[in-house]
């Protein structure tokens, strides 16, 4: 999933769900924002959202997220 900026127009980031990795996980994902968007803290603000979402929104039990 592309993440864009709030006017749609700038890719700032990126989320990949992906199959697991490990054994015992539905689901591996993995996301990334661009280094001109870390001040404003919107990797943390985004992995707090998107665990949310995943959490509230999809059928997964138990996420990796490899490198977090």
Do not use: K
């Not at 993995?30 to 995943?54: D, K, Q």
């Amino acid at each position: 999933y592309a993440v864009l900026n709030p006017g749609g127009t700038q890719q700032i980031g990126c989320v990949y769900i992906d199959p697991p990795l490990t054994e015992g996980h539905d689901a591996s994902v993995v996301y990334w924002v661009r280094t001109s968007e870390l001040a404003a803290n919107l990797e943390t603000a985004l992995g707090n959202a998107l665990r949310h979402w995943l959490e509230t929104e999809w059928p997964f039990d138990y996420i990796e997220y490899p490198g977090r």
